[in-house]
């Protein structure tokens, strides 16, 4: 018997090792703008966040407002770097494919980011195909992370109550969104990861942190 009706993946450092691409390109322009950061700081800051709801830290940080045409830019640069350069998270392939085929391919990826970026990624790296039309982005519901609307949608969209989902995660803000859900939350730690630490997942509610991929399966039944 599954543990879970449904699984529930968010995507930006849980399926796909985007984060410091994605972080790289918004480090050099906020710099270009005069505020500079390091890619470490720059992912404390910003990882588990929509760049759209930071415009007005950024503006403060900068001293220049954050228009639609700089946001675009960004994207436009972000996609790039990100096709040219994304990998997947390690162990991942088989993780979705094993957890996709115990549950009847009821899963689904619930990111924070735009849809654009999401299904660029996921095709890249051959994971769309498990996914199909169960994409939902944050960029769509009234509210992204850590709010939990994506998850709901996600939820609801599968026809099951987000109570009985599981949850993967990799920040804060997602945790926290996930729990608002009232789905439990597996927050997946790799031993390289800086921004975040396995006290920050647990207090943000948490029940289970692992660090390899290949554990997924079976934690999930």
């Known amino acids: 018997m599954m543990k879970f009706e449904a699984i529930l993946f968010d995507c930006d450092g849980v399926l796909v090792d985007s984060e410091p691409i994605t972080n790289g390109v918004l480090r050099d322009m906020l710099a270009e703008r005069g505020w500079v950061l390091t890619v470490a700081e720059c992912m404390q800051q910003f990882v588990g966040k929509a760049v759209k709801d930071e415009v007005d830290l950024i503006a403060q940080r900068t001293g220049e407002p954050v228009t639609e045409a700089w946001l675009e830019a960004f994207r436009n640069r972000r996609n790039t770097a990100l096709l040219a350069g994304v990998t997947a998270i390690s162990n991942v392939l088989p993780c979705v494919r094993d957890v996709h085929a115990s549950y009847g391919g009821r899963i689904a990826c ?10 660029l990624m996921l095709r890249k790296l051959d994971l769309l195909k498990y996914f199909e039309d169960r994409v939902f982005s944050g960029y769509e519901t009234p509210r992204s992370k850590p709010f939990p609307d994506v998850y709901l949608a996600a939820a609801a969209a599968l026809g099951v109550d987000a109570a ?43 029940r289970h942190v692992f660090s390899d991929m290949a554990d997924l399966p079976a934690l999930v039944g």
Do not use: I, M, N
Request: charge should be negative; proline fraction near 4%.
């Open 164 to 206: 009985r989902c599981a949850v993967v995660e990799d920040t804060v803000p997602g945790v926290t969104a996930g729990v608002a859900a009232g789905a439990t939350v597996f927050a997946y730690l790799p031993a390289s990861t800086l921004h975040v630490d396995a006290a920050a997942l647990r207090q943000a509610g948490a």
């Open 110 to 119: 619930a990111s924070g980011a735009d849809r654009f970026k999401v299904e």
